[in-house]
């Protein structure tokens, strides 16, 4: 029984493990992407910054967001802890107060945007952003 309790523990820490690597790698593209994130990897539960610096979400609130006017396909999460971490060269992410939600959409032909907010409301379109980076898609 514990050599079943112990192989059961370790499949899990091993499942866990390769969860935690699933992240989609996206490469800084825009001006501001390059000097404040550098590269991010963003899955369903996180967003990770090139100083190693991140976010974890809480849940996912919208999946579907106004981008000038238009109504995309997006995902909306809710920042657990909000926090406007200090990334590369100094920068924070927002620069206006903690992050409490970020959103991600297709930004056309390759790349993505992700948005950053720092509202007490899940925001509806982009023109609630304190920020916004744009990145290669992952190959």
């Known amino acids: 029984m514990r050599s079943f309790i112990l192989s059961n523990f370790l499949l899990i820490l091993s499942t866990s493990g390769a969860l935690a690597q699933q992240a ?9 992407a390059m000097s404040v994130t550098g590269d991010v990897w963003l899955d369903d539960f996180s967003i990770k ?18 981008v000038d006017g238009r109504n995309v396909p997006a995902s909306v999460y809710r ?11 100094g920068n924070q992410l927002c620069g206006a107060g903690d992050v409490t939600f970020v959103a991600s959409w297709a930004d056309g032909s390759g790349s993505t945007a992700i948005a950053v907010f720092n509202g007490k409301r899940a925001p509806r379109s982009s023109d609630e952003m304190c920020a916004l980076y744009t990145y290669e898609d992952p190959k």
Do not use: R
């Open 49 to 66: 910054f090139e100083n190693g610096e991140s976010l974890e979400f809480s849940d996912l609130v919208a999946d579907h967001f106004s």
């Open 24 to 32: 989609d790698h996206y490469t800084a593209m825009s001006n501001t």
């Open 79 to 89: 920042v657990k802890e909000p926090d406007d971490p200090e990334l590369q060269n």
